[in-house]
């Protein structure tokens, strides 16, 4: 009866008599079978390693993985004392500019060339496809045997074109080793980047391009004023997540030279992994190095949710 | 003819003339090749017998194919477990990712609530971490909990690393399927379930198939965590085992390649089932 009566109110936007706190509390309630599940498994598996993390970083943790004690900021004290930190910083910097920069300018042209119609697109697309679907690791490795000092087709086919007139071992040198391994990073990052783009240049309307014509717009000319502002949004997004992806990409330089010689071509993901379990081990200090890595990581999802413009559409 | 070409969905003008296309085909053939060459380069080296792999120079192609290796792969080493450790851990975590993430992504897109904002903001930001970043608490937490060494940590880490992405994307197309379709459904006589399974969820298919997809390449591609929290050869994924194929003590690289082989080609043929879903589900999630 109630009921029925609180309907026909509704219906003719009557005001309605407040709703009593519990039925408030329900009704606050009512979401959680559909999105708790989804909150909990998030919170347990995802956002609790974030608090573990943190407070690892302030224990005193032995080699076997044990807890001692704590160390308030001893384990900081430490990082900052290993002379490599900074070259492996600044190698993360190169790493990540230089490997985004190069994978956004190439699928600039890339995703421009798989929206183009020519006999045979769908082969190609599948193609880009493939390094996006093979597991990075997989592909690093076959990348370290083509630069086989010995046995490998990279100086081969260098030595065969004259390039070169021995053999080079490439991923002995630490420079060139961090070039090959940000050829690899380019590589594997190429297909979702380009993919991206082709997605942005198919949402940009077919008469802008008609109207530019008419006023008598080049081809160079549309690029740049129409084509490349359309899709600055798609750019944005994309270099962002490659950033992200790129700062955490281990695989490809653990494979390829294990950070090595030394720490001559880690970056601080896979410094910060050798620092827990490569020779004696220190977790505590190796969860202080994440930390840092986890606040960069931090800002760059801030900065993600300004692309996305999340916030202005709520 | 050229009237065809321009009614063309979206992107650049392309009147292209027939020379203009064929140096486009060309060029993307010579794209295509640099793509695919290094998987080209996996299955030759597969393909050679053992002598052949330590010649230097090196040959392009085996001079004896050596189809056995593919064979004795299986005997080198316990791969066939490692591939029911990957199977299980990647469709398992798909699986308990899509139970999860499809109730919260149709209730976010249906209906309006507190908390809703806060919820979606959770979804977008822990989008952006990865298992790599946090390892080291991850690898805590296992310990913490008794459950390092187990296929059930690989499958909580897959399914929950994964899980928002798959919240965004169905999001996405949910929220574009108008409520309409489905009050048009009620008016037929249909009840709120058969709504959903028999108008909202075929319609949201490609949004459903790139989230399972992109969950199992995920998962079956996972590294990191697996190496770090696995440790019996037996529960270990495909990619913890494949690297032991070349070690200080034994260099079998035609092995490496011939298991790396079969890990790979039926990823890459689902990827390829996907793609035409791809670029719309790219344009749906996040990505606007």
């Known amino acids: 009866m109630h009921d029925t009566v609180e309907a026909r109110g509704a219906g003719v936007k009557a005001p309605a008599p407040p709703p009593s706190a519990l039925r408030r509390f329900g009704r606050a309630l009512a979401p959680l079978p559909w999105i708790g599940p989804a909150i909990i498994l998030i919170a347990a598996v995802v956002l609790w390693p974030v608090v573990e993390m943190a407070r690892t970083s302030l224990l005193r943790i032995s080699s076997s993985g044990a807890t001692i004690g704590t160390r308030g900021t001893g384990n900081y004290k430490d990082l900052f004392d290993e002379t490599d930190l900074v070259s492996v910083l600044l190698r993360t910097v190169v790493w990540v500019v230089g490997v985004v920069l190069v994978t956004v300018v190439v699928s600039l042209a890339l995703g421009q060339l798989l929206n183009a119609r020519f006999p045979g697109r769908r082969i190609v697309r599948w193609a880009v496809v493939v390094p996006w679907a093979a597991s990075v690791l997989m592909t690093a490795l076959t990348w370290k045997w083509m630069l086989n000092n010995y046995y490998g087709v990279v100086n081969k086919i260098l030595q065969g074109i004259g390039v070169i007139d021995h053999p080079v071992n490439w991923l002995s040198h630490p420079t060139q080793a961090l070039m090959w391994m940000m050829w690899v990073a380019v590589f594997v990052s190429l297909p979702f980047t380009s993919f991206v783009i082709l997605a942005g240049l198919q949402t940009i309307p077919q008469d802008v391009y008609e109207a530019a014509r008419v ?100 | 003819m050229n009237q065809r070409s321009k009614a063309g969905r979206g992107g650049r003008p392309v009147q292209a003339g027939r020379g203009k296309r064929m140096i486009l085909a060309a060029v993307g053939y010579l794209v295509a090749f640099i793509f695919v060459a290094p998987y080209l380069e996996m299955a030759l080296t597969a393909l050679k017998p053992d002598r052949e792999l330590t010649k230097s120079p090196t ?9 056995g290796n593919f064979v004795n792969v299986w005997k080198a080493a316990p791969i066939w477990s490692n591939m029911q450790v990957s199977l299980i851990v990647a469709g398992v975590s798909t699986l308990v990712a899509l139970v999860v993430s499809l109730p919260a992504a ?28 946090l390892v080291i608490g991850v690898y805590r937490e296992m310990v913490a909990l008794n459950l390092t060494d187990t296929l059930l940590a690989l499958i909580l880490v897959n399914a929950a690393f994964n899980l928002p992405f798959c919240i965004w994307i169905l999001h996405g197309y949910f929220a574009s399927i108008p409520k309409e379709l489905e009050e048009a459904a009620y008016l037929d006589g249909a009840g709120k379930v058969t709504a959903l399974t028999r108008v909202t969820l075929p319609l949201s298919l490609p949004g459903l198939v790139t989230a399972v997809i992109y969950t199992f390449i995920g998962a079956w591609n996972e590294y990191v965590v697996a190496l770090t929290i696995t440790s019996s050869p037996n529960r270990q994924p495909l990619t913890v085992a494949i690297p032991g194929f070349v070690t200080s003590y034994q260099q079998h690289w035609q092995y490496l390649f011939a298991t790396s082989l079969i890990a790979i080609i039926p990823v890459v043929i689902l990827f390829i089932f996907i793609e035409r879903y791809l670029i719309g589900g790219l344009t749906a999630g996040g990505v606007k």
Request: aromatic share 14%.
């Open chain 1, 215 to 314: 006023d008598g717009a080049g081809q160079a000319r549309t690029y740049f004023r129409i084509t490349l502002p359309l899709l600055r949004p798609s750019l944005l997004v994309a270099a962002i997540i490659n950033v992200i992806n790129v700062f955490n990409s281990f695989p490809i330089i653990y494979a390829m030279t294990g950070g090595g010689p030394g720490s001559k071509t880690d970056t601080s993901t896979t410094f910060m992994y050798k620092l827990a379990f490569i020779g004696s081990g220190d977790v505590g200090e190796s969860a202080a190095m994440a930390v840092v890595n986890f606040g960069l990581i931090l800002i760059l999802v801030l900065l993600y949710l300004r692309a996305v413009g999340w916030g202005r559409e709520a």
């Open chain 2, 59 to 67: 040959t392009f192609l085996p001079k004896h194919w050596d189809f």
């Open chain 2, 106 to 133: 149709y209730y976010t897109a249906r209906n309006r609530f507190r908390g809703r904002g806060a919820f979606l903001l959770l979804v977008l930001v822990t989008q952006m971490f990865a298992p790599t970043a």
